[in-house]
């Protein structure tokens, strides 16, 4: 019996949410009295897994596995849980994540409870925390299947180091024809931009801006800050900005630490997809937009005036502490 975590790496080197979910995974592990097992894919490097609790490594290399293929890494873990006895399997909630995990549930024929923000409040029976109604509330979940399957909030957790060291093994699983039946035929990337998914800060904008060429001044704070930039559906609808930045429940979720939202009213559906965002951060010139209600800090003025001179401010303050 142990633990099993699904550690994501892009370019053969680690992400950190791989970090995080293997930070909670040694936590379970423990609570369970057993070791943690972590299966990776085309990874230069593993042995930093080993700061972070795991106990052995299942390395699997294989050129066909160097884009992510949901089908062939959900049949990849289902196995490694079958050669190591697995009872749990833990992944994080990015979005490769949440594709594979109910894959790997149904092939383990295993309970899967996703959106788990803290260790098991028992292990017999087994109950762990999540959050609902997209992230407005928590609820407690037992699961009763013998395997068990968890998604971990991004962020939720954080890093915790821990003694020891990772031992590594190949793995070498069998996949179908049927696995490889989707080819990607290329991947274009972002270049020097840090991505929605793994930002720490995340700079958006609303209609509030009047314009697609008033965008330097968010791009400017999100440079300062190493940020990601992001706006409301709105202004991608307008074409002011790429629907890869749009944010919200029918675009992207946002788990950052802080989100600062510039000239956003904060409509229902924005707040659903940054309610898992730590900090949240208002400017908006109108004091009843509904985005007060939800923010931590608020800012109520003119966009224009404020952000140009916060910029100035955090600039003087990054270059003091550098």
Request: negative net charge; contains cysteine.
């Amino acid at each position: 019996m142990s633990v099993l975590v699904y550690t994501e790496s892009e370019d053969g080197k680690f992400k950190k949410g791989a970090l995080e979910v293997a930070s909670y995974a040694k936590g379970v592990a423990d609570a369970m009295g057993t070791s943690l097992t972590a299966i990776s894919f085309n990874t230069e490097d593993t042995s930093e897994l080993g700061k972070y609790g795991v106990d052995k490594v299942l390395s699997v290399s294989n050129d066909k596995l160097n884009n992510f293929n949901a089908s062939a890494y959900a049949d990849a873990i289902k196995q490694a849980v079958q050669k190591e006895s697995s009872k749990v399997v833990v992944l994080s909630q990015s979005a490769n994540g949440k594709y594979i995990a109910p894959l790997v549930a149904v092939q383990l024929e295993a309970g899967y409870v996703s959106n788990v923000t803290d260790l098991p409040e028992s292990t017999s029976p087994f109950q762990v925390k999540r959050t609902a109604f997209t992230n407005k509330a928590f609820k407690f979940t037992e699961i009763t299947t013998d395997i068990k399957v968890l998604g971990l909030s991004k962020n939720a957790f954080g890093l915790k180091e821990s003694e020891g060291a990772a031992s590594s093994e190949a793995f070498e699983p069998q996949f179908s024809e049927e696995d490889f039946k989707i080819q990607v035929e290329s991947v274009d990337k972002a270049k020097d931009k840090v991505t929605i998914a793994d930002a720490e800060v995340v700079v958006s904008g609303g209609r509030g801006l009047k314009g697609p060429e008033n965008w330097g001044m968010i791009e400017e704070m999100a440079d300062i800050l190493g940020a990601a930039t992001a706006c409301s559906k709105p202004v991608s609808d307008m074409g002011w900005r790429p629907h890869s930045e749009h944010v919200g429940q029918t675009g992207k979720p946002v788990a950052s630490n802080l989100y600062i939202a510039v000239g956003i009213s904060g409509a229902i559906q924005h707040l659903a997809g940054i309610n898992a965002a730590k900090t949240k951060v208002v400017i908006n010139n109108d004091p009843e937009a509904p985005f007060f209600k939800a923010a931590d800090y608020g800012v109520v003025g003119d966009a224009f005036e404020i952000v140009p001179k916060l910029n100035e401010k955090l600039k003087e303050f990054k270059e003091k502490n550098a």
